[in-house]
T-cell receptor, first 118, second 113 residues
């Protein structure tokens, strides 16, 4: 299994450009999510999905769109890039999708995409 | 107040030392607790879950104190390879399904010769 894969690894955009960060997992996980990590802020949830066709907003959704047409893929779209979106983006997946699930609901993270918006 | 708070460190310790990290959380309805490890410029990886009774995995011991709303991680006999950032992670009360986790900003550990 490849686990969680993300492309690209690095990206530089100009303000106003759009792009899609790709995320795929081959573990048949129902739950997938996108985080951004900034210095001193910890990982913050952008959007998440509990299954194909179902998405919801996280803590910092503005400026980002997601879709989940298959179990495997969960792309993140930046509609009009801004310097404030310069960050490291992590995609994650896990089995668990139910409230009160066991503590074994491990999140598996992809290697990250380092995005710079000029 | 942040939902999950950690001392950012860095904690600089000699090889072989014992080091402890604490983490406090604000939501008393939080359900599950974890420690993740993140190496420099890498993704976070689960180190261990934290159970109410406390749990141990080799040189690592995690404890949960629900009354005081804090979680601890103890590392014994530190190795150079333990150098990393340790993230405290709390799973909150979830409605409608999902697996929402709140991450602390991490505590940096540097183990030195």
């Amino acid at each position: 299994n490849a686990g969680v894969t993300q492309t690209p690894k690095f990206q530089v955009l100009k303000t106003g450009q759009s792009m899609t960060l790709q995320c795929a997992q081959d573990m048949n996980h129902e739950y997938m999510s996108w985080y951004r990590q900034d210095p001193g802020m910890g990982l913050r949830l952008i959007h998440y999905s509990v299954g194909a066709g179902i998405t919801d907003q996280g803590e910092v959704p503005n400026g980002y769109n997601v879709s989940r047409s298959t179990t495997e893929d969960f792309p993140l779209r930046l509609l009009s890039a801004a310097p404030s979106q310069t960050s490291v983006y992590f995609c994650a997946s896990s089995y668990s999708r139910l409230a009160g699930a066991s503590v074994t609901d491990t999140q598996y993270f992809g290697p990250g995409t380092r995005l710079t918006v000029l | 107040r942040k939902e999950v708070e950690q001392d950012p460190g860095p904690f600089n310790v000699p090889e072989g030392a014992t080091v402890a990290f604490n983490c406090t959380y604000s939501n008393s309805a939080s359900q599950s607790f974890f420690w993740y490890r993140q190496d420099c410029r890498k993704e976070p990886k689960l180190l261990m879950s934290v159970y109410s009774s406390g749990n141990e995995d080799g040189r690592f011991t995690a404890q949960l104190n629900r009354a005081s709303q804090y979680i601890s991680l103890l590392i014994r006999d530190s190795k150079l390879s333990d150098s990393a950032t340790y993230l405290c992670v709390v799973k909150g009360e979830v409605t409608g399904g999902g697996n929402k986790l709140t991450f602390g900003t991490g505590t940096q550990l540097k183990v030195e010769l």
